[in-house]
């Protein structure tokens, strides 16, 4: 599925990669019925590592669906604060993630990279998250 969602848009990561990241108690997956979400929490922050929907299934609210179950998966997990990277060029996603509070802090110039095209920008966000009540 993620090398479905991300074709075009640089090197997707195979079943190894993300089975070696699940082998840690720091990250964690949700998911809908064709989206999935990676993140990572550590002291209070939490990372969304990927969040990627089945080409035949977006538009559908599953990337939605999946960010708030990231939310709240972090928010268990004692986070306060959640950041992520994406490409300059996702409009879509940079689309959600402006709906769903997440505000630009930075710019990692050239940080994705490629085949046949110029390095792409990736933009860092952030959200206020709310940890777990005591």
């Known amino acids: ?16 990669e993300i089975a070696t ?13 064709s989206a999935f979400a990676l993140g990572r929490v550590i002291a209070g922050e939490a990372e969304l590592l990927t969040l990627a929907t089945h080409p035949d299934f977006q ?6 669906a999946c960010l708030a ?3 709240a998966e972090a928010r268990a997990r004692d ?5 992520l990277e994406v490409a300059q060029d996702n409009k879509a996603a ?9 505000e630009q802090t930075a710019v990692r110039a050239g ?3 490629r085949a046949g095209a110029a390095p792409m ?7 206020t998250v709310i940890g777990k009540v005591a």
Do not use: C, T
């Open 1 to 16: 599925m993620h090398a479905s969602a991300f074709a075009g848009q640089g090197r997707a990561w195979d079943a190894r």
């Open 121 to 127: 920008d990736a933009v860092i966000m952030r959200k």
């Open 21 to 33: 990241l699940l082998e840690s108690d720091l990250v964690f997956a949700v998911q809908e019925r």
């Open 79 to 83: 986070a306060d604060m959640s950041f």
């Open 69 to 71: 179950r990231y939310e």
């Open 59 to 64: 538009r559908q609210g599953l990337a939605r």
């Open 111 to 113: 940080y994705y990279r």
């Open 94 to 102: 940079l689309g959600l993630y402006l709906s769903e509070g997440y």
